[in-house]
């Protein structure tokens, strides 16, 4: 057998590539509010949807262009904006518990 490539310092054949990739995109909010709301209505007796549309509304006209400016200003010198949420203990969990319940849905 020769011997293991990399280091602990490179990130070796899987991560070679990372810093050449393009960054990933922040979504316009408008565009995730529709989304949020289109995933939710299948979900929803009318009485709900029409209060979670108010909500997004009233989000995408006070708190949320405040909130996807300081995204933006935090990604500007990130390689991925969403990394670091996703190495928190919940989201780590959330995901572990995923694979090993839905095998077939993280291959898809």
């Not at 054949?13 to 316009?28: E, M, S, W, Y």
């Not at 949320?64 to 190495?87: M, R, V």
Request: hydrophobic fraction near 35%.
């Amino acid at each position: 057998m020769g011997e293991a490539q990399g280091s602990s310092d490179s990130p070796g054949v899987t991560f070679a590539g990372q810093d050449k990739l393009p960054r990933l995109p922040i979504p316009a909010l408008e565009n995730t509010c529709n989304k949020y709301l289109a995933a939710l209505k299948p979900l929803q007796d009318p009485r709900e949807h029409a209060e979670t549309s108010l909500a997004v509304h009233e989000f995408l006209h006070h708190d949320g262009p405040q909130l996807q400016t300081k995204l933006q200003e935090y990604a500007k010198d990130k390689i991925s904006y969403i990394e670091q949420f996703c190495e928190h203990p919940l989201v780590a969990w959330a995901i572990a518990i995923c694979v090993s319940t839905s095998y077939i849905l993280t291959w898809r």
